[in-house]
């Protein structure tokens, strides 16, 4: 079974030494270039051609045809890349099946790698004879087997990454020789697209090798995928599936959308009301709503959120009990006289006459305590006609006036009481139930004396020094000391 891990770009360290025993290079041939990992080490690069480093458009073709070992295990892709710098044939593949030792790791899980022949390009040399794909799928192992063997022994047996390091290879004859082999019917080439990848079913696989071969444009063709998802689709040019059925341009995928800006962060607390710009005129000051706090605003601490917080309770505590006899709250911005503070409303007071403390109306038309109601005068001894329910607590009786009968011509005043709660006979005892209704109020006021009948002669005025000398005096007193009288 094939791992499917992805492997990313590996560190460029320096170039490795060429070996002094290697056969010496030979003008125009082609390179071994071997990708695989070794049994212990997780580095993938075993020998890269003279001049190709792991970073550049080699590479890419590469890991593009390997694509991580995705479904290697049921036959070999084969990658023909060419551009101005040179061109690469070779086939990717499970190692298993171009050799017999060092194809698993030290789990037992079997390896993939890719292995390659490159040349580079020269300005005066003839154009490479490059093998048909027949030729690669009949000679495989034949052909990369001794190339893949030469090359990772050497750093099979690595314990680090240093020793690990690929070897660089030198130009010899290429494997495949004589006269090249009848190519099949030519398709008609499809140079390279840059808006798409021309994708061709696999049926098409060798007419198509055939003439990226001996056309001299661009290319990268990679052919034997199983599924086109399995490609990267947008890192070649040219590509044959078994699951298309007839020629497609694969569309590169759009690029990925750009982040949203970051949001402003709303003002925490109580802030002036102002526009996007703070009181200096720097943008981002501290405003009205959808302002950002400026860097140098202090945050607000926790008395004066308490306190705020404190004032809109009583806001909202005289709307809802501000206008409760009228039943309608006062529009909040009607023009008028500022009233005293205290007036209107209910409140606690005391009651002028009984002295009790009681909760009732107050006159929103008066700035000063709270007056008695008025009640029409009544003859002497006559009790007030109550309009509200009984009660069991008596009512003071008296003159109707505060010294006596009201004088002719003066609007008489009545005795002020208010109106109390109604009390169940059976509880009128349970005084500490009702509180402040239910105690006996104080003893009616003493009726000033009664003038002395017609006729009778005024008293003489007394004269202090005679009632002094009247008055008896003191009886006799005992002496402390023998108890005699003094």
């Given at each position: 079974m094939t791992t499917n891990t992805q492997h990313g770009p590996e560190p460029e360290p320096a170039a490795a030494p060429p070996d002094p025993d290697a056969e010496p290079a030979v003008p125009g041939g082609w390179s071994a270039l071997v990708y695989g990992r070794t049994l212990q080490v997780d580095q993938w690069w075993r020998a890269l051609p003279a001049g190709v480093d792991?970073?550049?458009?080699?590479?890419?073709a590469v890991r593009a045809a390997v694509a991580g070992g995705n479904r290697l295990e049921a036959g070999p892709r084969f990658l023909l890349h060419r551009d101005a710098r040179g061109v690469l044939v070779g086939a990717a593949c499970e190692l298993g099946r171009i050799s017999r030792t060092m194809v698993h790791d030290r789990f037992g899980r079997p390896l993939?790698?890719?292995?390659?022949?490159y040349r580079a390009a020269a300005p005066d040399a003839?154009?490479?004879?490059?093998?048909?794909?027949?030729?690669?799928?009949a000679h495989l192992a034949d052909w990369a087997g001794p190339v893949y063997t030469e090359w990772i022994a050497p750093t099979w047996e690595a314990v680090g990454r240093e020793e690990a390091e690929p070897r660089t290879t030198r130009p010899v004859p290429a494997p495949w020789h004589g006269a090249a082999a009848p190519s099949p019917t030519a398709a008609v080439w499809l140079p390279a697209h840059s808006a798409g990848t021309h994708l061709l079913p696999e049926s098409d696989a060798a007419a198509l090798w055939s003439a990226a071969a001996g056309a001299r444009d661009r290319c990268l063709l990679a052919t034997g995928w199983r599924r086109r998802s399995d490609a990267e689709a947008h890192r070649f040019t040219h590509l044959?599936?078994?699951?298309?059925?007839a020629y497609e341009l694969l569309r590169p995928p759009p690029p990925p959308p750009r982040p949203a800006p970051p949001r402003p962060v709303p003002v925490v607390g109580p802030g002036p009301a102002g526009g996007p710009t703070g009181s200096d005129g720097a943008t981002g000051g501290t405003g009205g709503a959808g302002g950002t706090e400026g860097p140098g605003d202090p945050e607000p601490s926790l008395a004066e959120t308490f306190r705020a917080g404190r004032r809109a309770l009583r806001r909202m505590t005289r709307g809802l009990f501000g206008s409760e006899e009228s039943g309608t709250a006062e529009p909040p911005s009607s023009p008028g006289p500022p009233k005293p503070p205290g007036a209107g409303g209910r409140r606690y007071g005391d009651d002028p006459v009984t002295g009790r403390r009681y909760y009732g109306d107050l006159d929103e038309a008066s700035a000063g305590p709270a007056q008695p109601p008025v009640r029409p005068a009544q003859p002497d001894g006559a009790r007030p006609a109550s309009t509200g329910p009984a009660s069991t607590v008596p009512r003071p009786t008296g003159p109707t006036g505060p010294t006596g009968p009201a004088a002719p011509g003066r609007r008489a005043e009545a005795t002020p009481f208010r109106r109390t709660r109604a009390v169940d006979p059976q509880q009128a005892d349970l005084s500490g139930m009702f509180g402040e209704f239910d105690e006996p109020g104080p003893p009616p006021p003493a009726a000033?004396?009664?003038?002395?009948?017609?006729?009778?002669?005024?008293?003489a005025p007394s004269d202090p020094q005679r009632a002094r000398s009247e008055a008896p005096?003191?009886?006799?007193?005992d002496d402390s000391a023998t108890g005699e009288p003094s």
């Open positions: 792991r970073q550049g458009p080699v590479a890419d993939y790698g890719f292995v390659g022949w003839a154009d490479p004879r490059i093998p048909e794909l027949a030729e690669l799928t044959t599936s078994t699951d298309c059925r000033p004396p009664a003038a002395p009948p017609a006729g009778t002669p005024p008293a005096g003191p009886g006799p007193t």
